[in-house]
């Protein structure tokens, strides 16, 4: 079957500007997760969702970033007012429910660079 | 907070050489698992240790929890081309879903 797949898989954009990354889970994958990795780093924790809700915004780094999951299965990761600094890959990835022993698998990223 | 701290951050090795990456977490944890992300790809699921001194096999790569529970190492026998990427490991914070990474080993082969 399909796995995470991830849109766009690259987006350049300007300093200030808003970008939405969607993430396509694996289908029948309840738990949901976002991740930012920079260069050379692994990746961090950004947010949960275990259905539709956010069960855990704690890696969320400030207020410009949101994400939601309305039906339970695609997400969009939402970033205002976006800063440099913000240039990383992010990663969504979903396992079958959200316990600690449950793999993750992990979707191709979104590379974003702001100018 | 939790940390989880990976050595060597890199390394280089002549096709057929051992490798080996350690991990150690500031905290005891539930698991461990181990992703390898090759270069310019996603982080892909290698393995799962729960038991205290759990010691796994994958053909050449043998994997080991530590008996505390807060280290784990990856060994690879004689490695081949098809080796390279960067190995992370990973472990739950508080036993939760919230999966905090080590820094990864990026290991490079010589053919």
């Known amino acids: 079957g399909a796995g995470v797949s991830q849109t766009p898989s690259n987006k350049v954009t300007e300093k200030g500007k808003y970008v939405e990354l969607r993430c396509d889970p694996i289908s029948g994958h309840t738990a949901l997760y976002w991740y930012r990795q920079s260069l050379g780093q692994g990746p961090e924790f950004l947010i949960y969702f275990q259905g539709t809700g956010a069960a855990d915004d704690s890696g969320l780094p400030n207020d410009r970033f949101f994400a939601v999951r309305p039906e339970g299965s695609v997400s969009t990761l939402k970033i205002q007012r976006t800063e440099r600094g913000d240039s990383a890959v992010y990663l969504c990835a979903s396992s079958t429910t959200g316990i600690s022993y449950n793999e993750q698998f992990f979707g191709p990223g979104t590379r974003l660079t702001v100018l | 907070g939790q940390q989880v701290m990976q050595i060597p951050q890199y390394q280089h090795v002549q096709e057929g050489e051992d490798f080996t990456t350690y991990c150690n977490s500031s905290?005891?944890?539930?698991?461990i698992q181990w992703y390898k992300q090759r270069p310019g790809g996603h982080p892909v699921f290698l393995i799962q240790?729960?038991?205290?001194?759990e010691v796994k096999k994958q053909k050449r790569l043998t994997f080991q929890f530590g008996e505390a529970k807060k280290n784990s190492s990856l060994h690879i026998t004689a490695t081949q081309t098809t080796d390279v990427g960067t190995y992370f490991c990973a472990g739950p914070q508080d036993s939760s879903y919230k999966l905090i990474f080590g820094s990864g080993t990026r290991l490079l082969v010589r053919p």
């Open positions: 905290t005891t944890l539930s698991n």
């Open positions: 240790l729960v038991k205290s001194g």
